[in-house]
């Protein structure tokens, strides 16, 4: 087994393990393997019992707060296997410094992570932190309100009941963002042509309510996905990318998010896509596998989420990503999900989207370009190809969308989409 997030492979006793110890106490349990190299070779350590005893000495007295922590030993290999915790008593400091994981490493935290560890250890949350700001206005929440709940405001108490403001008279940072005038950064919309230096249109929504953000998004997002069809007698609406797939990764972004930074959500519409950028990777503990399938849902806003919800914004917690999944059902490409530390990427394909082109299925593809429907024995002529070879490539064409089969028999012939 190779190492991972959650697995260190240690060949010695040193006391850089320290640091990973702080890392899962700190971000999720994790196990730290002694008596084995990194490329998984099996060495074992002497003595054992005497290490752990060793091991939990180092611990006690340099790692601060105490952990949790047990270990095990493989009798027949001599590998020790320390188990860490993750504790509620954050942050764990080795030397005074936090320590988390990145991929298979582990490195120190900045100072804006470990405020976030501070606040965790408070069981506190950023957006539920009191600011100074005395004088806010919510027309566009209590309009939300009244339309979904039937609630008249503004209301001291609404907001009291929402979590927005506290018994000491205090508003907190998720009421700025849900007031109509804020200076959170926001949602960063570029429409591009037929290149990402092709930019059509641009706009930032920011200094406004994150709801107004959701809703003016959507509005952008109607005026070049959505398009109309007639069936018969019938007009029908129809959505190059779903709606609510849509919908719901702007709502994840704005719930899930990192506040503290001051960074926008990026929106990157394309024909044949949207790429959705959230910052913030994935709250502590939470792993991609666990983001991606819905298992849990570790709120990082949790008064954000909780209006959302009220506001039936979102249907249930941790349902968002399968929601996305589930609107692709009957759409050949499917949603695209990309966790790093530092951010969230989101890919939304067209329903139009093509598969990309090998070499030779460009040369049939450019040969049909002419506006001329070609069978495939003029394909023959034209490309130079084998029939076997052209008929093998027109099909691939057809299958990836970019190619149209007119007729049938000795008549059948072809024209690029």
Not at 126 to 137: A, G, Q, R, W
Not at 216 to 225: G, L, M, N, P, V
Not at 247 to 269: F, P, S
Request: with cysteine; glycine share 6%.
């Amino acid at each position: 087994m190779k190492e991972k997030k959650d697995l260190e492979y240690k060949e010695k006793i040193t006391n850089t393990f320290l640091k990973t110890v702080s890392a899962f106490a700190n971000y999720g349990d994790g196990e730290i393997v002694f008596g084995v190299k990194n490329n998984g070779d099996i060495v074992g350590i002497d003595h054992p019992e005497e290490a752990c005893l060793a091991i939990e000495n180092k611990i006690n007295d340099l790692v601060k707060p105490k952990p949790s922590f047990s270990f095990s030993i493989d009798r027949k290999t001599n590998v020790l296997t320390l188990m860490v915790d993750e504790g509620v008593l954050k942050p764990y400091l080795y030397k005074g410094k936090a320590y988390r994981r990145s991929d298979t490493s582990t490195v120190e935290v900045d100072q804006l992570e470990l405020k976030r560890l501070v606040l965790l250890g408070d069981h506190l949350y950023f957006d539920e932190l009191p600011v100074k700001e005395s004088e806010l206005e919510f027309s566009y929440l209590f309009d939300a309100l009244r339309r979904e709940l039937n609630v008249e405001g503004p209301d001291e108490d609404v907001l009291k009941t929402l979590g927005l403001y506290n018994s000491q008279n205090q508003y907190n940072n998720a009421a700025l963002l849900m007031a109509d005038k804020n200076d959170f950064p926001g949602i960063d919309m570029v429409r591009f042509g037929s290149s990402s230096s092709e930019l059509l249109f641009r706009e930032t929504l920011s200094h406004m309510s994150i709801l107004e953000q959701l809703d003016r998004a959507e509005t952008i997002f109607d005026r070049y996905y959505r398009m109309e069809e007639i069936v018969g007698m019938q007009r029908y609406e129809k959505y190059l990318i779903p709606k609510e797939a849509f919908r719901e990764t702007i709502a994840n972004a704005l719930i899930h998010r990192t506040w503290d930074v001051n960074a926008h959500i990026r929106v990157l519409m394309y024909a044949d896509k949207i790429e959705i950028v959230s910052p913030g990777g994935l709250p502590g503990g939470m792993t991609r596998e666990e983001y991606v399938n819905g298992y849990i849902s570790s709120l990082r806003n949790p008064v954000i989420a909780n209006i959302f919800f009220r506001l039936n914004l979102i249907e249930m917690f941790a349902t968002g990503i399968r929601r996305i999944k589930e609107s692709y059902a009957d759409i050949h490409h499917k949603p695209i999900f990309e966790v790093t530390d530092h951010s969230i990427l989101t890919v939304l394909p067209s329903i139009s989207m093509k598969e990309k082109m090998t070499l030779d299925e460009k040369i049939v593809y450019d040969a049909l370009s002419c506006g001329l429907q070609l069978s495939s024995g003029e394909i023959v002529e034209t490309t130079g190809f084998h029939k076997n070879k052209v008929v093998k490539l027109v099909n691939a064409l057809i299958e990836k969308r970019y190619v149209e089969k007119v007729g049938s028999g000795r008549g059948t012939k072809y024209h690029a989409v």
